[in-house]
């Protein structure tokens, strides 16, 4: 059984900053890409950012320069500082990790329950 918890959402002012962290625990093995998404009302969910194990990172065109993700592999974690927040970041954030159980099978995809980031004008 794996869990993703995610914490650090809330309510920010626009220009203002928050950041997220998602923890994995389970028997987990190995934990491979990991991602933020984002879903906003009446609309689809969203690739915010990425990074590979490795430390490589990638973003969304609309967070470059203001959002940054990181993650601690010792600690199975992930996390997103997002500054110069606008309102049109306002949605529910979701983590998102590709973990190996076991090694025979390869990673699967695990989801955190979500956060909800408002950012008011």
């Known amino acids: 059984q794996v869990q993703l918890v995610e914490s650090g959402g809330g309510l920010v002012q626009a220009g203002g900053s928050l950041r997220l962290s998602c923890a994995a625990s389970?028997?987990?093995?190995?934990?491979?890409?990991m991602y933020w998404y984002r879903q906003a009302p009446g609309k689809q969910r969203e690739l915010v950012a990425s990074?590979?194990?490795?430390?490589?990172?990638n973003y969304a065109d609309s967070v470059k320069g203001r959002f940054t993700i990181s993650r601690d592999n010792a600690k199975s974690t992930v996390h997103l500082q997002m500054n110069s927040l606008k309102p049109e970041d306002t949605a529910v954030y979701y983590c998102?990790?590709?973990?190996?159980?076991?090694?025979?099978?390869?990673?699967?995809?695990?989801w955190g329950q979500g956060t909800q980031v408002t950012v008011s004008s």
């Open positions: 998102n990790a590709q973990i190996v159980l076991r090694f025979e099978f390869g990673p699967s995809s695990h």
């Open positions: 389970g028997s987990i093995r190995r934990i491979n890409d």
């Open positions: 990074i590979t194990e490795g430390g490589t990172t």
